[in-house]
């Protein structure tokens, strides 16, 4: 072996030894603990998440996910080990999600009642909404009054939400985006906060970009809610981008510990098309799927929407003191 073909070799073998690892223990990312049980094991296995099929919005990979646990001290539900946090930002960068646009419709409506609720607190303002996907919340937000911005790790939805609205749209994480302290009155995070690898650190992120009295809204599944605890295993939100499972309680205690004020705990509600619900039991039982999505055409009410709730996703809205 020559000399060039040794240091190449060298420089490979280095390359390959900063690469991140794959996944990582990780404690309590409520309260820091180290001490936990396994309430549903790894089904992964040895299968790489593939960013089409475990972390689009719309994913039926339901039941694929990492080791489950709960902690011992806290009672949190949160996945360990965990993928790295380089490999959850970078799967997200890889999103395509052609199929939520294709059911945005629902989506409207439902972030219309979620903005209708952030409302009740602040009626106008500078409003940062992370996670913004294709930009469907922020342009209802715009559209009234709003002064708005976005943090959207997926290239393909950060240049879809930029095309729609006035205001900037960061790509990438909620750390990495340029956020000034003080510079919003409303932050939301819809359907976010179980994708996250430190939720405690962007929280923190959240409560310093947001003005004293300023509002922040959240919404995402409850691990303790009864149709959880009957559906066990088979609970649909137990999927490998789900990093963090909180429940009522758990949410609320983490956004005390980084500051906020608790202002309401709400049931929340999605508003989705027939036929979408109908191809949701294709990971159940793909021939009813199918048959009903038949059924909804030939009737012509697969494009009518309903709104849905089993008890188990639900909304925080959070107030950083006056005084902070």
């Known amino acids: ?99 939520y646009v294709e059911e945005e419709q629902g989506r409207i409506e439902t972030f219309g009642e979620s903005l209708e609720l952030v409302q009740r607190y602040r009626a106008a303002g500078h409003l940062l909404d992370v996670g913004c996907h294709v930009g469907t919340f922020l342009t209802l937000a715009e559209q009234a009054g709003f002064d708005v911005a976005g943090v959207e790790p997926s290239r393909w939805g950060s240049d879809i939400a930029r095309s729609r609205i006035a205001g900037s749209v960061h790509c990438g994480a909620i750390e990495d985006a340029p956020l000034p302290d003080g510079g919003y009155d409303v932050v939301t995070l819809w359907d976010v906060i179980e994708h996250l690898p430190d939720p405690a650190l962007d929280i923190r992120a959240i409560h310093s970009a947001l003005r004293p009295g300023g509002i922040f809204a959240v919404s995402t599944m409850d691990v303790d809610s009864l149709f959880a605890k009957l559906a066990g295993k088979r609970w649909p939100w137990y999927m490998q981008m789900h990093l963090v499972y909180f429940s009522r309680q758990t949410l609320p205690e983490m956004l005390r510990r980084e500051g906020f004020q608790i202002c309401e705990v709400t049931t929340h509600v999605r508003r989705v098309r027939l036929s979408y619900l109908a191809s949701r039991l294709d990971a159940y039982a793909p021939a009813v799927g199918r048959a009903a999505t038949s059924v909804l055409e030939r009737i012509g009410l697969a494009d009518r929407t309903v709104g849905v709730s089993f008890g188990d996703i639900f909304t925080v809205i959070a107030k950083k003191p006056e005084s902070a």
């Open 1 to 99: 072996m020559s000399n060039d073909d040794s240091q190449q070799t060298n420089v490979t073998a280095s390359a390959q030894d900063k690469r991140p690892p794959a996944e990582v223990a990780v404690a309590c990312p409520l309260c820091g603990a180290d001490d936990c049980s396994v309430r549903i094991d790894d089904t992964m296995g040895t299968r790489v998440a593939d960013p089409r099929v475990h972390y689009t919005c719309t994913s039926s990979a339901f039941g694929e996910h990492g080791r489950i646990v709960q902690c011992r001290s806290c009672n949190l539900v949160y996945m360990n080990p965990r993928p790295h946090h380089e490999a959850v930002v970078e799967n997200y960068g890889d999103v395509e999600d052609q199929e």
